[in-house]
T-cell receptor, first 114, second 116 residues
């Protein structure tokens, strides 16, 4: 079946540094990918929709300069958390839309900012 | 705007009990998809089922069954003879339309604990 590989699975970074999270579709082309954020014991909140070759569409309240999304190819989307702070600590998860087959999720990245 | 409500937040059952997880949705579209996902402690989302708005047939897959009722905008999930491995957070989700940019809206999730 369709697989989305997300790396890293865990990352700890110092406050003020930037962290890049990668999401790759391994055996299919994904023109659309989605990035979600999940705080402990809460639901998944959509941050942005990423389309290959164009600018991402951000949800209301999500700072596009802080959460940089790049979808340069049909198999790779990246989320960069810039100048991370402790309040950015969260679980980030991507998903790829595989046409009529629906959504395939990555395994998530647990970010801790110290 | 689309909305998914999972009124139950935490459910605890003893192994072998049956348990039903409720999901109520709101949408203005006539074409939409409903999903259930399981999220174990490791965090990854495990796909359980997808149902489109035109297919109201109930579905059974092993110990899992789903009851879709458009009249009440509900898509409930039942686990029969629950097992400890069923312990997880379960999310119901909705996507509107069939376009390539359809995004998922998740409910708040239900934490299911199955005790031995």
């Amino acid at each position: 079946g369709a697989v989305v590989s997300q790396h890293p699975s865990r990352v700890i970074c110092k406050s003020g540094t930037s962290v890049k999270i990668e999401c790759r579709s391994l055996d299919f082309q994904a023109t659309t990918m989605f990035w979600y954020r999940q705080f402990p014991k809460q639901s998944l909140m959509l941050m942005a929709t990423s389309n290959e070759g164009s600018k991402a569409t951000y949800e209301q309240g999500v700072e596009k300069d802080k959460f940089l999304i790049n979808h340069a190819s049909l198999t790779l989307s990246t989320l960069t958390v810039t100048s991370a702070h402790p309040e950015d600590s969260s679980f980030y998860i991507c998903s790829a839309l595989q046409g009529a087959n629906g959504y395939t999720f990555g395994s998530g990245t647990r970010l801790t900012v110290v | 705007a689309q909305k998914v409500t999972q009124a139950q937040t935490e459910i605890s059952v003893v192994e072998k009990e049956d348990v039903t997880l409720d999901c109520v949705y709101e949408t203005r579209d006539t074409t939409y998809y409903l999903f259930w996902y399981k999220q174990p402690p490791s965090g990854e989302l495990v796909f359980l089922i997808r149902r489109n708005s035109f297919d109201e047939q109930n579905e059974i897959s092993g110990r899992y069954s789903w009851n879709f009722q458009k009249s009440t905008s509900s898509f409930n999930f039942t686990i029969t003879a629950s097992q400890v491995v069923d312990s997880a957070v379960y999310f119901c989700a909705l996507s509107e339309g069939a376009g390539a940019n359809s995004k998922l809206t998740f409910g708040k999730g239900i934490t299911l604990s199955v005790r031995p």
